[in-house]
Structures are given as structure tokens and as C-alpha cells.
């Protein structure tokens, strides 16, 4: 989960830095854009206009997008897979029945 963090982070400041270089705008509010583009609001107060800004857009669009599904995942994924272990007590009382109805094993 760090290094989806790590991503998004990275991802957000990448976006930001070079919006401001392609739109002439400052890292503000660069970093404004970068944000509510990623988190998929988009009020339309910034928005590219050169080329460079709107391949940026799109690439920071599909990036937050892909990396907020992945982070949700991972959260999901560790949860639910938190609720299906066995404690430890639990696995040795199945070995117990096991081993009773194995004919062929010595008790």
C-alpha cells in the first residue's frame, strides 16, 4: 500500500509541476488542478489549453484514476482477507477432527 501511495504522491506532484510549466500557471494552483482532476471533480476554473498541458491532463487523468482503483483494492483486499484467516486455535482444532477421522492415523 506504501508504494501506491508512493505513486499517487509522485503522480500528483509529476502533474502539477509540469501544469504549471506547459499552462504558465503557478504551482498553487497547478497542484489545485492536479487534485481535483485526479480525485475526478473537475470544477473547469483551470484547465489545459497547450498541447503539452492536455497530454498531461490525459496522462494524470488515467494515472489517478488506475492508482485510486489499485489503493482501493489493496484496502479491500486486506480486510477482507483479515477476516478469512483461521487463529491459530482454530487450525489446530481442524487438524484435531481431521486426525479423528483418519482411520490410518495413530492417535
Given at each position: 500500500?506504501?508504494?501506491?501511495?508512493?505513486?499517487?504522491?509522485?503522480?500528483?506532484?509529476?502533474?502539477?509541476?509540469?501544469?504549471?510549466?506547459?499552462?504558465?500557471?503557478?504551482?498553487?494552483?497547478a497542484f489545485w488542478w492536479a487534485n481535483i482532476t485526479g480525485l475526478t471533480i473537475g470544477y473547469g476554473d483551470l484547465y489545459p489549453v497547450t498541447v503539452g498541458g492536455r497530454i498531461t491532463a490525459i496522462?494524470?487523468?488515467?494515472?489517478?484514476?488506475?492508482?485510486?482503483?489499485?489503493?482501493?483494492?489493496?484496502?479491500?483486499?486486506?480486510?477482507?482477507?483479515?477476516?478469512?484467516?483461521?487463529?491459530?486455535?482454530?487450525?489446530?482444532?481442524?487438524?484435531?477432527?481431521?486426525?479423528?477421522?483418519?482411520?490410518?492415523?495413530?492417535?
Amino acid at each position: 500500500m506504501t508504494r501506491i501511495l508512493t505513486a499517487l504522491a509522485g503522480c500528483l506532484v509529476l502533474s502539477a509541476a509540469s501544469f504549471s510549466f506547459f499552462e504558465d500557471k503557478s504551482l498553487w494552483d497547478a497542484f489545485w488542478w492536479a487534485n481535483i482532476t485526479g480525485l475526478t471533480i473537475g470544477y473547469g476554473d483551470l484547465y489545459p489549453v497547450t498541447v503539452g498541458g492536455r497530454i498531461t491532463a490525459i496522462i494524470h487523468g488515467w494515472a489517478s484514476v488506475i492508482l485510486m482503483a489499485l489503493l482501493t483494492a489493496n484496502v479491500l483486499g486486506r480486510l477482507m482477507d483479515e477476516r478469512e484467516k483461521f487463529t491459530h486455535d482454530e487450525q489446530e482444532e481442524i487438524l484435531l477432527h481431521l486426525r479423528r477421522l483418519d482411520p490410518l492415523e495413530k492417535q
